[in-house]
């Protein structure tokens, strides 16, 4: 929320401030760990906090006991009493031991890590049954080794205050039951997920049987997914805003690409860099949408100073879901954006089928639009055939999930040349003619 939250105590209306926040990250000596400290100040204005101050140490790697040395750990301390701090935020996946020790030094306020962030980022935008269960898996599985940690957190901060960020879904709930519970639980959310799976299954194989070729749009947080989904179908089908994880749920739409060439395309939740395997785990699922696809088009951020580390880390990503091997596109969207398009094309032309093009004002669309329609047409057969007047169903079919070149009504039969899949040209087989 950029905006304060809102909530009912008895019957007077209380307006709580953004927790206040400081961030904590560690510098290598080559300075590379600016945009990643970037993105954890998105992550932290997403959740509904405001950062009130940075703080990194250069190191070569991080601190056994307490990710940074004890010294800074004093020195945070003293940064979060001078800026009236409500947590603190470290850039890092924190074990639970570093927690412990953490928590010994700043006794005094809520510790989260950047998984957990990420985690109560989700929890905010779920929306679906499934969405929430594939948080609430995720929240579970990272809790469950940090058991201790967060309950001595709790019984510090809880005092009957509101909890806010990083106790979202099952957390406030959860902390206060033991690992046996939280086993079952666990247990509980995932044959419930399975089931929701199994139905999401079905409307794949729905979707298949439609015969209509399937595109995932996919790529790196806040690139821009939603609103190319939106470009191409071309009305506002999905909310787009410009915000971590607007989109949780797949949104699959139908789409006209021109010249008769039809999909069906949906796009995903985004990609970030070290993005937790739990989560990756909890809704893979919704992002096996990439691997069940036929064309993958990669969202890719071309006004981002780091754009190919975010397209490595959605490659990553890809490659875990073994979606590697399926025809691919690079969309370099908001190349309107883009301060020096001849550096940024040197950069990113090496990238598959790479089309700099813009979400928000056409640019670049229908030369996308042309690329998905030649992909397409490589997965079809062209051939001509003759179908007698009473199997002219075919021919709707045909019209339906492939596409008609022409056709001309002979007496005894109508001749069309087609273009179709495999599957409906073993329907048709017996009527082929020729075949292009």
């Not at 760990?33 to 991080?62: C, F, N, W, Y």
């Not at 690139?223 to 797949?250: I, M, Y």
């Not at 949104?251 to 949906?266: D, F, P």
């Amino acid at each position: 929320m950029a905006f304060d939250e809102q909530i009912i105590v008895g019957r007077e209306e209380i307006t709580l401030e953004p927790e206040r926040t400081v961030l904590v990250g560690i510098e290598n000596y080559s300075g590379a760990s600016h945009s990643a400290m970037q993105e954890l100040l998105q992550l932290v204005r997403a959740a509904g906090a405001s950062v009130v101050d940075v703080i990194t140490q250069t190191r070569s790697k991080p601190h056994r006991a307490t990710y940074v040395g004890k010294g800074k750990l004093e020195e945070i301390r003293e940064a979060v009493k001078a800026n009236e701090a409500d947590m603190v935020v470290f850039n890092a996946t924190l074990k639970p031991a570093q927690i412990n020790n953490i928590l010994d030094v700043l006794d005094e306020w809520k510790v989260l890590d950047r998984v957990e962030l990420i985690l109560d980022v989700f929890a905010q935008h779920a929306r679906s049954r499934e969405g929430k269960l594939q948080v609430e898996l995720a929240q579970l599985t990272y809790l469950l080794p940090r058991l201790v940690g967060h309950g001595k957190m709790m019984s510090r901060i809880g005092g009957g205050r509101v909890l806010g960020i990083g106790v979202r879904g099952p957390g406030e709930t959860k902390l206060e039951t033991d690992r046996q519970q939280l086993r079952h639980r666990i247990t509980q959310v995932r044959r419930e997920l399975e089931e929701v799976a199994s139905r999401r299954d079905t409307e794949r194989e729905a979707r298949r049987r439609s015969g209509l070729p399937t595109i995932s749009i996919v790529g790196y947080a806040n690139a821009g997914k939603s609103s190319l989904l939106n470009a191409l179908v071309g009305s506002q089908e999905v909310e787009a805003h410009d915000r971590l994880f607007e989109t949780l749920d797949p949104t699959t739409r139908r789409v006209e690409l021109g010249e008769g060439v039809k999909v069906l395309a949906s796009d995903t939740v985004g990609f970030l860099r070290n993005l937790p395997p739990d989560l990756i785990a909890a809704f893979r699922s919704t992002l096996e949408e990439a691997v069940q696809a036929d064309i993958i088009v990669e969202v890719v951020d071309a006004s981002a100073p780091e754009a190919l580390e975010q397209h490595r880390a959605s490659q990553q990503i890809l490659g875990e879901l073994e979606a590697l091997d399926k025809p691919y596109i690079a969309a370099l969207n908001k190349w309107d954006l883009v301060e020096d398009p001849e550096t940024a094309w040197e950069r990113l032309k090496r990238l598959p089928n790479a089309i700099p093009l813009s979400a928000t004002n056409g640019m670049g669309l229908e030369e996308l639009r042309e690329c998905l329609r030649e992909l397409v047409r490589k997965r079809r057969t062209a051939a001509t055939i003759r179908l007698p007047y009473n199997q002219l169903d075919l021919l709707d079919m045909i019209h339906q999930r492939g596409h008609v070149l022409s056709q001309e009504y002979q007496p005894d039969y109508v001749e069309a040349q087609i273009e179709v899949d495999s599957e409906i040209f073993g329907k048709l087989q017996p009527f082929v003619v020729a075949k292009s």
